[in-house]
């Protein structure tokens, strides 16, 4: 049973997880890895590192985040900055209107 | 943190590791990594390099995570350098027994070798030469005749006395073993070493011949009803004939010949490690007299 529920939250949790890290970064209009694990840390939403920079990377190379490298007014090392694209603000409203949908059929049902 | 050895093998594994994903995408991955390891050390201090990479994870699954997200086949999990380490140190150590043993047995086939027909058993491929015709024991390069062996010839009546047991104790040596018609044991030996009467041990309850110190052993052994006949010895040709007493024999080398009394009935113990057994009868009569044959390399046969 441990398993069947692991299994399912790993599930959910993945659609789950793009979702809120497009909103995260939609929210401060541009941020970089580490800042965005802090943030996803700070709301519960805690993501191994080793996850979160395939992901990024993923999303880059789909074209619904791009990323610039940034090393003015930051000392010391560069970092990668994220922003949404308009194709992946399109996306981002699409995802949440599904979202919406789904939550109101779960409501609908627990009622 | 200029040029850290360890943050640059990460680097270096994790590159290697990427190695289907184009040259400068994989650039780009290890300048976000190497970005995100600084910034994680200039944050937290006192975590350490050692932590932010245990918490990135190996760079193998890192790297798989990223091919995997590109539909691309992840390598092979690599093993941990410890499990690495462990396995080519013991496939080293298998490969050098291996050769040892190839060694062993090209130097010294075939292990044993028996000649029925000239009463001859060659052992480690005629390191060890038991010539039961010729009544001689060659070991290595040194080869023995019997022509300058001592005689010790004897006999004790076992009528009257507790005795139970009978010891025979030699190095190199043929033993013809036969039952006595009377409570008699004689004994009828030739053997090279210092004639003395040390052989001979008389314990109460038991008897010993003790022929260890001697070499090239050559006895008639005639054994009274009723008691237990141990011998023990390396290397030997042991001749049973009709027994009516019990046998424990311990041999390192060597052929044992049992011929079976017809109104006797035998329990064996058999153990050998290398060679073959055969023509044995064993008994479940409570009145079986118990024979026990313990051989590392040679044959048992009975008749």
Not at chain 2, 279 to 296: I, Q, R, Y
Request: with cysteine.
């Amino acid at each position: 049973m441990v398993d069947y529920l692991t299994n399912w939250k790993a599930q959910i949790r993945r659609g789950y997880l793009e979702l809120c890290i497009l909103m995260l970064i939609q929210k401060y209009e541009r941020i970089y890895g580490f800042d965005l694990l802090e943030k996803l840390k700070e709301i519960d939403l805690e993501m191994k590192e080793g996850t979160l920079y395939p992901l990024l990377n993923r999303m880059t190379t789909d074209k619904v985040l791009k990323a610039v490298w940034e090393t003015e007014n930051v000392k010391g090392h560069p970092r990668k900055f994220y922003s949404l694209t308009k194709e992946g603000i399109k996306l981002l409203h699409e995802m949440k209107n599904e979202y919406i949908r789904m939550n109101d059929i779960f409501e609908k049902i627990a009622k | 943190m200029p040029h850290e050895p360890k943050l640059e093998q990460y680097l270096a594994n994790l590159d290697k590791a990427l190695g289907q994903i184009p040259v400068s995408d994989r650039a780009d991955i290890i300048t976000e990594i190497k970005s995100h390891i600084l910034e994680s050390v200039e944050r937290n201090p006192d975590q350490g390099l050692d932590q932010t990479l245990a918490a990135l994870g190996e760079p193998e699954t890192v790297a798989n995570r990223y091919l995997l997200e590109r539909g691309l086949r992840p390598g092979r999990p690599t093993k941990s350098p410890m499990v690495k380490w462990l396995t080519i140190g013991f496939l080293g150590t298998l490969g050098m027994i291996l050769l040892f043993l190839i060694i062993l047995v090209w130097k010294f086939s075939p292990i044993i070798k028996v000649d029925e027909k000239n009463d001859r058993v060659t052992i480690l491929g005629g390191l060890i030469d038991v010539n039961g015709n010729a009544g001689t024991v060659r070991v290595g390069e040194t080869f023995s005749e019997n022509d300058d062996a001592e005689i010790f010839d004897g006999a004790k009546d076992l009528a009257g006395t507790n005795l139970n047991s009978i010891y025979m104790a030699f190095r190199n040596g043929k033993l013809n073993v036969f039952p006595a018609v009377d409570t008699q044991l004689r004994w009828s030996c030739k053997a090279r070493g210092e004639k003395d009467k040390s052989f001979l041990l008389d314990e109460g309850n038991k008897i010993i011949l003790n022929f260890a110190e001697k070499s090239d052993v050559k006895c008639d052994l005639h054994i009274p009803a009723g008691v237990t006949f141990v011998v023990e010895g390396t290397n030997g040709k042991l001749n049973f004939e009709y027994p009516h007493f019990r046998i424990d024999v311990r041999l390192t080398n060597g052929d044992i010949t049992f011929i079976p009394a017809k109104d006797k009935k035998y329990k064996f113990d058999t153990n050998i490690v290398n060679g073959k057994i055969g023509g044995l009868d064993s008994s479940s009569a409570e009145d079986a007299l118990l024979v026990k044959f313990s051989l590392t390399n040679g044959n048992i046969s009975g008749l």
